[in-house]
């Protein structure tokens, strides 16, 4: 199941509202255009756009400066899942040794 995207982004090269590059490149005939500068979003929890400079991003960029909505979720693959679970596997045999001392 898919996690819906938090806020939606601008792309300039054709003025439309997409969740992710890969919704635009599904829907437009032509090649995305899109800067690291003024990036516009519009956060879908208070609908509010504001603007990002993505080459300065960092963490406490990660919410909306209206409603502080966190829209950077981290990405969970199938693969990401089974690593999840290895390591807290790896993680609780490495404490049931070291309890032991």
């Known amino acids: 199941m898919l996690v819906p995207g938090q806020v939606s982004i ?3 090269c054709c003025k439309r509202w997409y ?3 890969e919704c635009h490149d599904e829907r ?3 090649p995305q ?3 690291t500068k003024n990036v516009a979003f519009a956060c879908k929890t208070c609908r509010k756009i504001f603007v990002k400079d993505l080459s300065i991003y960092g963490t406490e960029d990660s919410a ?5 909505t966190v829209f950077v979720l981290p990405a969970v693959t199938p ?3 089974v690593a999840q679970l290895a390591l807290s596997i790896l993680a609780a045999e490495v404490s049931a040794e070291v309890s032991k001392f």
Do not use: D, G, M, T
């Not at 909306?64 to 502080?68: G, I, L, Q, W, Y």
């Open 10 to 12: 601008q792309f300039p």
């Open 19 to 21: 969740e992710c590059p």
């Open 28 to 30: 437009e005939n032509h």
């Open 33 to 35: 255009r899109i800067s």
């Open 64 to 68: 909306c400066p209206h409603c502080e």
């Open 79 to 81: 693969e990401a899942k």
